[in-house]
Nanobody, 125 residues
């Protein structure tokens, strides 16, 4: 399974970006998906996750009210709408996917098997 992110870039503080993620589909595969980020010198951290049905989401506290994760019409795609961006949001953002046996949201990196290469998001002050 390949995971591909797109949509990163450079934006001023207060601006918005929309990240997209698509996982190559296996027959009848369904995916729980998540976004993680890693800033220079820091560990990778959970940002947002959505279960395979799209009915449940979870966010890290620092992005609540600013970021929204959603699934596309295809079960193997997801988006991260990022509003009111701050310089501290600057990081490489990674999309992760997992074929689940549960409807809960996965928030730990170890729960995801498939990862994208990452897309850079830079927020200038």
């Amino acid at each position: 399974v390949q995971v591909v992110e797109s949509g990163g870039g450079l934006v001023q503080a207060g601006g918005s970006l929309r990240l997209s993620c698509a996982a190559s589909r296996r027959s009848f595969a369904r995916f729980a998906m998540g976004w993680f980020r890693q800033a220079p010198g820091k560990e990778r951290e959970f940002v947002a996750g959505i279960n395979w049905t799209g009915s449940s989401t979870s966010y890290t506290d620092s992005v609540k009210g600013r970021f929204t994760i959603s699934k596309g019409n295809a079960e193997n795609s997801a988006f991260l709408q990022m509003n009111s961006l701050k310089p501290e949001d600057t990081a490489v953002y990674y999309c992760a996917a997992e074929i689940p046996n549960t409807e809960r949201v996965f928030t730990a990196a170890r729960e995801y098997e498939y990862w994208g290469q990452g897309t850079q998001v830079t927020v200038s002050s």
